[in-house]
């Protein structure tokens, strides 16, 4: 089974300082990482994902994240941060194996990011 | 052009009540999915639908039934609405034999069962 761990509910951050937001995932097999950011009353949008390559990986809005595969860790990063950041961010894991039910993707519980003005 | 709609975006109901929510992409995909968001932002699949297979979370009741008419919608169909249903629900497509699979989500339907 594979499953994803955001550990910080929350992360409050001052405009302008740079960002992280955790995640550590678990899978049998190589994983494909994502991040989904969910603004107030919308649904979940792409910002970037992991396949293989490069550890570190651009997304949209100026956001990356950093591939670790001995600590298993997705963590997702931007150097400054915009209050416009706001929002419910959410890491996912699919297992690279193909089968039935390989194509779906596991997500965290989210991690709620505050940018203070 | 919306790429996953979902109609309606608010439904209001009384329990015991069968109630659908319909879900049309026009991404071009051919797997879709239902997703279902507690009050604590949780986010858990629910059911999966590519070319004719259903592939269900065996925590769903069987109140909840997908039904796709073609590869651009699945629309999902409750029956016997309890209190416990009332969340946000999230249609979703991708490519199923990419592995560039990013999914595409719709704007979500906020069910509240009184």
């Known amino acids: 089974a594979q499953s994803v761990a955001q550990p910080e509910d929350q992360v409050n951050v001052a405009e302008g300082n740079p960002l992280t937001v955790k995640c550590t995932y678990s899978?049998?097999?190589?994983?494909?990482l994502f991040w989904y950011v969910q603004y107030p009353n919308r649904g979940l949008q792409f910002l970037l994902k992991?396949?293989?390559?490069?550890?570190l990986v651009k997304g949209s809005y100026g956001f990356e994240a950093e591939f670790n595969k001995s600590q298993t860790s997705f963590h997702l990063k931007k150097p400054s941060a915009l209050v416009s950041d706001s929002a419910l961010y959410f890491c996912?894991?699919?297992?690279?194996?193909?089968?039935?039910?390989?194509?779906?993707?596991?997500f965290g519980k989210g991690t709620k990011l505050s940018v203070i003005p | 052009d919306t790429a996953v709609s979902q109609t309606p975006k608010y439904l209001v109901t009384q329990m015991g009540n069968d109630k659908s929510i319909k879900c049309e992409q026009n991404?071009?995909?051919?797997?879709m999915y239902w997703y279902k968001q507690d009050s604590k932002k949780f986010l858990k699949i629910m059911f999966s639908?590519?070319?004719?297979?259903?592939?269900i979370n065996e925590t769903v009741p069987n109140r909840f039934s997908p039904k796709s008419p073609d590869k651009a919608h699945l629309n999902l169909h409750i029956n016997s609405l309890e209190l416990g249903d009332s969340a946000v629900y999230f249609c979703?497509?991708?490519?199923?034999?990419?592995?560039?699979?990013?999914?595409?989500f719709g704007p979500g339907t906020r069910l509240t069962v009184l």
């Open positions: 979703a497509s991708s490519k199923r034999d990419s592995k560039y699979n990013e999914q595409f």
């Open positions: 899978v049998s097999g190589n994983p494909y």
């Open positions: 992991y396949i293989t390559g490069d550890n």
């Open positions: 996912a894991v699919r297992a690279s194996y193909s089968g039935a039910g390989s194509y779906q993707l596991t």
């Open positions: 991404l071009g995909h051919d797997t």
């Open positions: 639908y590519n070319n004719k297979e259903l592939i």
